[in-house]
């Protein structure tokens, strides 16, 4: 066997560093840490233009709020033993509610894939669910399920279940026919050509559904808690706007704003987990 | 000296796709014999029915008419006596090198210690001893081919099927992977049938070459390929004058024309 042919795949030395390569990857670091910098410094500035501007007038504080009374707000929140309530519940709905999608979703694109004759029947229903406002049957789910996280969690899924299912469908169709045809080769059933190639094979779209899952599934719950809720980040905006407190509604999108980029940050560091042997190569 | 006991006998068989614009014949009346450990390949113009003629020998589709006999049983769905080679390696990046040799068995449900002590003895003959927990992603083309064989070698099958197996690398490596795969086919004694579309690959690889006409495909000649050499090797077959001969027969039975 001449396997000397290949060696040169198999050699690995780590060469010495020269100073062009130095130089390279100072530049990299610096590039980096300017980008860092500059991301810090606007949200900085903006922080503080809105204290500024609020504290001379020029903007006015109860339309406006700013960030020491959003911050005021918060204390008095957490000091009443709501704050951490209202975060836990609204998180809480968004989880459950993006966990059933992504599993439901991915479960019924499986459905879909395995018989052709249900998903061209579902066909014209899917392009009507996709295209019709969610938001138009809250009504009907607050009748059915009633006023509660019932009916939230039940609008999140209508948001995101159809886009997963189609997202997820379309990574199933892309497989290489061939990489099947291999399975088939060894004698593969349908089950082992899901669970041994196309399920595999579609983790990274998978993951992909994910990630716009995470921001639809905050828009599910939102929408929800304006429509039914006693509780939640989405009620305190409602309810801040109903009787003009402006720093209980700044207060509550800022702190829905860092719950979703924590969520999302979640769902890129699994990511980054489950695909870490793919990405490495 | 070659014991003359059929492994592989297509009788008569023909195949037709149907589809809404009418019926497409692929193949038509298809018989040939192929003997224990030897190596056949089937040549013919692009879109005579090669590849389809090798899924039916291996089970995946059904001739219309006319049967495969497999070591004297009829075929009637995929077989552990076949293996099957396709064009590209099909390697799964998310797999470690053993995991994807061992994916024939995973199916099967046959992975043992031994199998597996099978398959890492295949890795060390065939030059990747080492490679097992490294991702196809960092082995060479070359290298992925041989894997993608010992994958199908794992399963112990006794035919082996190549379906324009090569056609994926470039072509120096092309030249390299035929000697290691002529070398590790016959050092594992199986028989094997290729389709190509490479007149050259199939008279350096092959004890016989059919040539195939345009679709409907049908046999149009056989010839026996006898390169008097002491160790044949596809690379040294190659150079010999008979080639040459061969390759011009084999050439003119096509009747290639650039339109």
């Known amino acids: ?281 | 000296m070659r014991t003359l006991k059929n492994v592989v006998e297509l009788k008569a068989v023909g195949m037709k796709y149907q589809s809404l614009n009418g019926e497409i014949p692929a193949l038509d009346n298809i018989s040939f014999k192929v003997h224990e450990g030897e190596f056949v390949s089937i040549v013919g113009p692009s879109g005579c029915g090669k590849s389809t003629l090798l899924s039916i020998v291996s089970g995946l589709l059904t001739p219309t008419s006319g049967s495969v006999l497999v070591k004297g049983e009829k075929v009637t769905g995929p077989s552990k006596k076949v293996g099957y080679m396709l064009q590209k390696d099909h390697l799964f990046d998310w797999r470690t090198i053993t995991q994807n040799i061992l994916l024939g068995l995973e199916i099967q449900k046959a992975v043992t210690a031994e199998a597996k002590e099978y398959a890492e003895h295949l890795l060390e003959t065939y030059g990747l001893k080492g490679f097992g927990h490294k991702y196809p992603s960092q082995l060479s083309g070359g290298m992925r081919q041989r894997v993608a064989l010992i994958r199908t070698l794992v399963t112990n099958p006794e035919i082996l099927l190549l379906d324009e197996a090569f056609s994926a690398l470039d072509y120096q490596t092309r030249l390299a992977v035929n000697d290691d795969i002529y070398e590790i086919i016959k050092k594992e004694n199986k028989t094997a049938i290729m389709v190509t579309h490479d007149i050259a690959e199939s008279i350096s690889m092959s004890d016989r070459v059919y040539v195939l006409t345009r679709r409907p495909g049908t046999i149009k000649s056989c010839h026996d390929i006898e390169i008097r050499l002491d160790k044949r090797t596809p690379f040294n077959s190659r150079k010999m004058p008979e080639f040459q001969a061969y390759f011009d027969r084999i050439w003119k039975e096509l009747d290639v024309h650039v339109k």
């Open chain 1, 1 to 281: 066997m001449s396997s000397d042919r290949f060696d040169s795949a198999t050699v690995s030395q780590k060469p010495e560093i020269s100073s062009e390569h130095q130089e390279f990857l100072r530049k990299v670091r610096w590039h980096k840490i300017m980008v860092r910098f500059t991301q810090i410094f606007i949200l900085v500035l903006a922080f503080g233009l809105w204290e500024l501007f609020a504290h001379l007038r020029i903007v006015d504080p109860f339309i406006t709020s700013q960030p020491s009374r959003v911050f005021e707000t918060m204390v008095a929140l957490h000091q009443q033993g709501v704050l951490l309530k209202h975060i836990a519940v609204t998180c809480l709905e968004t989880v459950v509610g993006f966990v059933l999608g992504t599993v439901l979703g991915t479960f019924l694109a499986i459905v879909l894939w395995w018989s052709e004759f249900i998903s061209k029947v579902s066909e014209p229903y899917l392009v009507i669910l996709n295209s019709l406002p969610k938001i138009a049957l809250g009504s009907i789910f607050i009748v059915w399920i009633g006023a509660g996280p019932g009916a939230i969690i039940v609008m999140t899924l209508a948001i995101s279940l159809i886009v997963t299912i189609l997202e997820v469908l379309n990574g199933f169709l892309a497989i290489d026919k061939e990489k099947i045809k291999l399975v088939e080769t060894f004698g593969g059933t349908k089950l082992q050509v899901m669970t041994k190639v196309v399920l595999p094979a579609s983790l990274p779209t998978i993951m992909n559904a994910l990630k716009i899952n995470v921001g639809l599934s905050w828009v599910g719950v939102i929408v929800g808690e304006f429509l039914v809720s006693k509780a939640g980040l989405g009620y305190l905006i409602v309810y801040g706007g109903q009787v003009f407190k402006l720093d209980l509604v700044m207060t509550s999108v800022l702190i829905l704003g860092v719950a979703a980029a924590v969520m999302y940050q979640g769902v890129i560091l699994l990511e980054k987990l489950l695909l870490k042997r793919r990405l490495n190569n």
